[in-house]
């Protein structure tokens, strides 16, 4: 494609940083959620099937959290899709427009994800799970088509030399039909790979965040197994004529002999034997009741640093292969990486990959205090996802600088929208923050 000369372009409504850092900004922002309902769905699916009872409490606490995390998400997408459109244009349309099938069934496949997701949660406390496993596979499979169109999408917008190929396949005398597909470079598989495997990290933190701040619940104590042996062992005697057909041979053989005793003496006896049946029900039920079964909070930092590991496998491993294999490094545009300070982003990247094993691990160790491992999930969570898309943006201006070269463009600065711009965005945050209270609530 030939390169855009930027004096055609009208100047660009803010200063370039600016623009940039929202971006940034604003898609860290809707990862976190879109994490959550990517990479965090199936396993909650996982929990609610064979997750046992920490496991269904969790399962049923996300389920509860979903829709509000469905409605952050997609909202926090708009603001960098706005900042794109503002700037990238000359990539975003073209881009977009050779493959709008796939671009616009987004909206479908988003729609029928929603109604699941919201078909879950209300149906979560349903003792009858088939429905609601089913609709949260079928939901789990359109969030994934989506987010296999946006890493399509978002490779190929940043190709220009790939559009012309597309162009020709699809076009129809000429006219730009939009059957366009973007499926053969592997690049856009590692780097979903790379995004599943934060996901995996920020689901993690999210559910150890959840137990630590979210979940207002009291633990409970033993369940009601042992109560239950218990009640066995201490029937009063109007309660004896099932004892009595419990009751082993050596029992019933004592209670013939009963039939001979006076009242007093039958009431010693029956004493006697009740005290042996809760002595050999509590020694029972000791031996059979599971270890003392672990807290909820406890259950869930395990659970999130065993998926923290996963996470920080599938992608270090990803990200590993999109930044040193994948990436076109003979492009003029990416030279740059190989120079310092820029070739020291991709490695901080992998670096930061450490610091879920390490706040997550030392959480389930209780070795951090409430406060202190809040603070390290939020700081950790938004370090990784920042130096990722700061990676991943500074890399796409490199693709397109051949094609358009954002650092040449001229600004003329809007300031009355600028200042809404800001004014609303402060409000959003604000009603992030009261939303995620009322998911503490939830
Ligand atoms: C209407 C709702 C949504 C909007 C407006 C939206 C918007 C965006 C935008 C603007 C980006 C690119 C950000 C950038 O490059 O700076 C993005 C990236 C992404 N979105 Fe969304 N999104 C939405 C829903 C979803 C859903 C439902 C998923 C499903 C999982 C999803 C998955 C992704 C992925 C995986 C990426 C990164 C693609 C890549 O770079 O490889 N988004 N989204």
Not at 84 to 104: E, G, R
Not at 198 to 211: R, S
Not at 338 to 349: C, D, G, H, I, R
Not at 381 to 406: K, M, V, W
Request: with cysteine; proline share 5%.
């Amino acid at each position: 494609m030939p390169p855009v000369d930027p004096s055609t372009l009208s100047g660009i409504p803010a200063p370039l940083w600016f623009i940039q850092a929202f971006r940034i900004i604003g898609f860290v922002l809707h990862s976190i959620p879109m994490h959550l309902w990517l990479a965090g769905l199936p396993i909650v699916l996982l929990l609610y099937m064979i997750g046992g009872r920490n496991g269904s409490i969790c399962a049923k606490r996300l389920f509860k959290q979903f829709p509000i995390i469905m409605a952050l998400g997609i909202n926090l997408g708009v603001v960098p899709l706005l900042f794109i459109q503002s700037v990238w244009y000359k990539a975003f349309y073209p881009s977009t427009i050779l493959l709008a099938v796939h671009w616009l069934s987004i909206l479908f496949l988003l729609i029928i994800a929603y109604y699941g997701l919201y078909y879950c949660s209300f149906q979560s406390e349903n003792p009858k799970k088939r429905w609601t496993i089913l609709a949260g596979l079928g939901t789990s499979l359109c969030l994934l088509a989506i987010a296999l169109i946006f890493s399509s999408v978002y490779t190929f917008m940043a190709l220009p030399s790939a559009w012309g190929t597309v162009y020709e396949k699809t076009s129809l005398s000429g006219a730009v039909s939009g059957m366009g597909t973007y499926w053969r470079d592997p690049i856009l598989y590692v780097r979903l790979g790379g995004i599943i495997g934060l996901g995996f990290i920020t689901f993690a933190f999210w559910v150890a965040f959840d137990a630590l701040v979210l979940n207002q619940t009291e633990e409970e104590e033993e369940p009601a197994e042992v109560e239950q042996s218990e009640k066995k062992g201490s029937g009063s005697s109007a309660s004896s004529a099932p004892l009595a057909s419990k009751m082993s041979k050596k029992e019933k053989k004592k209670l013939r002999k009963m039939q001979d005793l006076t009242e007093e003496e039958e009431l010693a006896e029956l004493e006697a034997m009740e005290r042996e049946e809760n002595e050999a029900a509590a020694k029972t039920s000791k031996k059979s009741a599971p270890k003392k079964r672990r807290g909820y909070q406890a259950w869930a930092f395990t659970l999130a640093s065993c998926l923290g590991w996963i996470g920080v496998l599938i992608a270090s491993a990803a990200l590993w292969y999109q930044y040193y294999q994948f990436l076109p490094m003979d492009d003029p545009g990416l030279a740059f990486l190989n120079q310092s300070p820029w070739k020291y982003l991709p490695m901080a990247v992998l670096g930061s990959l450490a610091l879920p094993i390490l706040v997550l691990t030392l959480g389930s160790w209780r070795m951090l205090s409430k406060k202190i491992f809040a603070a390290g999930i939020i700081l950790s969570e938004f370090t990784i996802l920042g130096l990722f898309a700061s990676t991943r943006q500074i890399i796409q201006n490199g693709q397109l600088s051949g094609y358009l070269d954002i650092n040449t463009f001229g600004i003329a600065v809007e300031w009355s929208p600028l200042i809404v711009f800001l004014v609303v965005f402060a409000v959003a945050i604000c009603l992030i923050w009261k939303m995620i209270r009322q998911m503490a609530n939830a």
